[in-house]
């Protein structure tokens, strides 16, 4: 019962954060916060999925999230005809070709059992399988990021509503953990950090190089809505009547109406992703889970796959993520591939994790929610904080306008400090697994 | 003729960069090896680590330079490399006795310290970002180069030059001297004996009284140096960018690995190999080909197999590689 109290009050006391900043700052940016904290807290359960209740240590979070990104492009964009007829078969045979010599050397590593037999063979069989794949994608390529580049130069994609995208997107993310738990589970946990460190960098790679698929640094703007636009609500003379009625503009009540609708949608997701996990954490198969967690060896005994178990517990902890962004690209309604940091995108959502508490899925949300708005407000607290120490300097000496413009940095210090003191004082987390 | 010409491009353009590039990632391979045999963990930190060292290198460069101090013709950073381990050194130390000697006490799992080492991260990359800011600085000054492109033309009367900077040099010299040091420590100094005794076999090195914390203390000496020599040199012959430093940790990691984590040896082998597939993959091979292919195969494209922005798919490729055949590494490593 004690417990229960505990959780009610801390995640009263964040909500009464956001509530404080809608009176102090404006409601705008505090709906922006409680979107972005809905987004991340999904991100962060889908870690704590995978940290938390099978302890795999995932730090490629970004590329899933990407990967989520890279999906409400191709679900939603309109498709560019002549991008398709300039280059776009070449391009899809191109892949379904590479996507065949993969396959086909898996398969002569299976076949083939003499250990420098199957070396040579493979590796003759991948080099001039790439050439010829690149020889096949590279004129499509060309040809494609040709059409009209200012606007589009690339080949759209699929004219679907967006929130198909949110599925696919959590598809993709499991696609890539497949082939990363594929290699990497089953040997140490550093080596799944490291692998996943790599695919991550990889994955934004592609996302920044790629124009036929992405458009690059170029960004993808205009993403469908899955809510109305703040002009279709102004111009509609209900919307407008209704909103006098609270005593709002139309201009106001619009922005505020789209967002509230962004936050209906992020937690409907939400809601069914806590039900599911909590669900999941009780039934058998997470009890299972944490067992193998917490003794290998003796799950093992007792006949548990552990490299299977892991590898269905990474694969659905990835896909949480890249349903998480999926949905943040559909919040920003463009996708900008420069944008993906490691620091934010990554290692922000272990802090989530690890301070709300790892193996709780409350506790990861919380955190989410909690992180996200310090992450958010450490900013203008800092600035105000140096502001004030710095005013008895002269105002134009040297060092209070570098502190006053490096204010940006301090969240991650900030966010350093309080991952460490987490860590050090309060291991279990806010809200400690049961 | 032809076939020189090719050589001679080959190693102005891969194999020259090449071996500088490889220096520096088994400089920080190196480190990064040294705290997971002795410590005992992942260091997610040494990226920044070495951001904060080369940090603190270019501020003090910009000192000496103001007060008109200079090696010339070597850059003046040379002088301020001393100056900037101790500092790291004092960082480290003071990071290790705040935050790290907790978790040794308790024998936390590597994972958990991996996890601490996430936050120290986070703390350095703040702290580098805080004093120097997030964009590009670059402080080498001297001589740039030790024989340029044009003076090799002349010299030879060859149609392609071959240009070996100052930096390149002093990479591959000071890694050399540093390599060499290191070993000398490890295998034949008193320290050095007990910090591998300690590797190998953590109960059985305190058992015959060798001082954990004095080991400790040790290691994180020589990561300071390692990292900042690393950081120096790369910024040295390239530029400082702290975001580019925290990307070094996955070629830093892929070499550490692919050599066998724990094995200083196989951390330098691993540093040359990333940094040869790295450059060898994304170099351009047209003019390599036009010299020694007949004339009718001459290639049209740039013949580069990746673009140079999937160059961390390289080395994550490699880590694949062994992780899939030989997941203790190509020289034996530690396996926890």
């Known amino acids: 019962m004690n417990e ?20 102090v700052q404006s409601w705008n940016s505090a709906l922006f916060i409680l979107n972005m904290g809905l987004i991340s807290a999904v991100m962060s359960l889908g870690v704590n999925l995978q940290w938390g209740i099978a302890g795999l240590l995932n730090v490629g979070i970004m590329g899933f999230v990407g990967l989520g990104g890279l999906a409400t492009v191709l679900v939603a964009m309109q498709p560019v005809p002549e991008a398709w007829n300039a280059g776009g078969t070449r391009i899809l045979l191109g892949l379904i070709f590479g996507v065949v010599t993969i396959a086909l050397s898996v398969l002569i590593y299976k076949k083939i059992k003499n250990a420098s037999w199957r070396f040579i063979s493979i590796s003759i069989f991948l080099i001039s399988g790439f050439f010829i794949y690149k020889s096949i994608l590279t004129p499509g390529v060309i040809a494609v990021e040709a059409v009209n580049p200012a606007a589009t130069g690339y080949l759209g994609g699929l004219g679907l509503p967006v929130l198909f995208a949110w599925p696919v997107g959590g598809l993709l993310a499991a696609g890539a953990a497949w082939i990363i738990g594929k290699t990497a589970l089953g040997l140490r946990s550093d080596y799944l950090a490291i692998a996943t460190l790599g695919i991550s960098e990889i994955i934004i790679a592609i996302l920044r190089n790629e124009d036929w698929m992405t458009r690059g640094v170029k960004n993808v703007a205009g993403i469908p809505r899955p809510v109305p636009y703040e002009i279709d609500l102004q111009a509609s003379e209900d919307f407008v009547n209704r909103a006098a009625n609270f005593g709002l503009d139309p201009t106001t009540a619009s922005t505020l109406f789209v967002k509230i609708a962004y936050a209906g949608l992020f937690g409907l997701v939400l809601l069914l992703l806590v039900w599911f996990s909590q669900r999941a954490l009780k039934s058998p198969w997470g009890r299972m889970m944490r067992a193998i967690r917490d003794n290998e060896t003796a799950a093992e005994a007792m006949g548990k796959d552990i490299k299977s178990r892991h590898l269905q517990i990474f694969i659905l902890g990835s896909a949480v993520c890249g349903i998480a962004g999926a949905m943040m690209t559909t919040l920003d309604a463009q996708l900008t591939p420069g944008a993906y940091q490691p620091l934010r995108f990554t290692f922000l959502i272990w802090v989530m994790v690890i301070v709300g508490g790892s193996g709780s899925n409350l506790g990861s949300i919380l955190g989410g929610f909690l992180v996200w708005f310090l992450w958010v407000q450490v900013e203008p607290i800092g600035y105000w904080l140096v502001d004030l120490i710095t005013a008895p300097m002269d105002p134009d000496s040297p060092i209070r306008l570098h502190l006053l413009d490096s204010v940006a940095q301090m969240r991650l210090l900030t966010m350093g400090l309080f991952l460490l003191l ?8 806010m809200i400690p697994e049961k | 003729m032809e076939f020189l010409h090719a050589i ?20 920080g391979a190196l480190g990064v090896t040294l705290v997971y045999g002795i410590l005992r963990f992942s260091n997610f930190a040494h990226g920044d680590t070495m951001a904060f060292g080369t940090m603190v290198a270019i501020l003090f460069t910009w000192w000496f330079q103001s007060i008109g101090v200079s090696i010339a013709p070597l850059p003046t950073a040379l002088l301020a490399l001393p100056i900037a381990i101790v500092v790291t050194a004092a960082l480290l130390l003071g990071t290790d006795r705040v935050v790290l000697r907790f978790y040794r006490k308790q024998k936390s799992a590597p994972v958990i310290l991996l996890i601490v080492s996430l936050g120290i991260m986070f703390v350095y990359n703040g702290l580098v ?38 930096t390149q040099v002093i990479t591959v010299i000071t890694a050399i001297l540093v390599v060499a040091i290191l070993f000398w420590f490890l295998n034949r100094t008193r320290t050095g004996k007990s910090m591998r005794a300690f590797s190998d076999n953590e109960d059985l090195a305190l058992l015959s009284g060798i001082n954990p914390e004095r080991v400790v203390l040790y290691t994180w000496l020589i990561v300071a140096a390692l990292a900042t020599i690393a950081g120096t040199l790369y910024g040295l012959d390239k530029s400082f960018k702290p975001f580019v430093y925290f990307q070094l940790l996955l070629p830093i990691f892929a070499a550490a690995i692919v050599g066998g984590l724990g094995n200083p040896l196989g951390a330098i082998a691993g540093g040359f190999l990333i940094a040869f597939s790295e450059v060898f993959i994304t170099y351009a091979w047209k003019k390599v080909l036009m010299y020694t292919l007949p004339e009718q195969f001459a290639p049209s494209g740039l013949m580069q197999l990746l673009a140079t922005e999937y160059k961390f798919a390289v080395s994550f490729a490699i880590l694949l590689v062994v992780l899939l055949f030989k997941p203790t590494g190509l020289f034996k490593g530690k396996s926890l």
């Not at chain 1, 959780?7 to 509530?19: C, D, M, Q």
């Not at chain 2, 491009?9 to 088994?26: C, K």
């Open chain 1, 422 to 429: 987490m860590l050090r004082f309060y291991p279990r987390g």
């Open chain 1, 4 to 23: 229960n109290i505990k959780t009610y009050f801390l995640f009263s006391a964040v909500f009464l954060l956001i509530v404080i900043t809608g009176f």
């Open chain 2, 8 to 27: 001679i491009v080959l190693s102005n353009f891969v194999v020259i960069p090449a071996i500088a590039y490889g220096s520096q990632l088994a400089l």
């Open chain 2, 129 to 166: 970002r805080f004093i120097i800011g997030v964009g590009d600085q670059r402080f080498s000054d001297g001589a740039r180069f030790i024989i340029s492109a044009r003076d090799f033309k002349k010299l030879t009367g060859l149609d392609e030059g071959l240009a070996i900077k100052t």
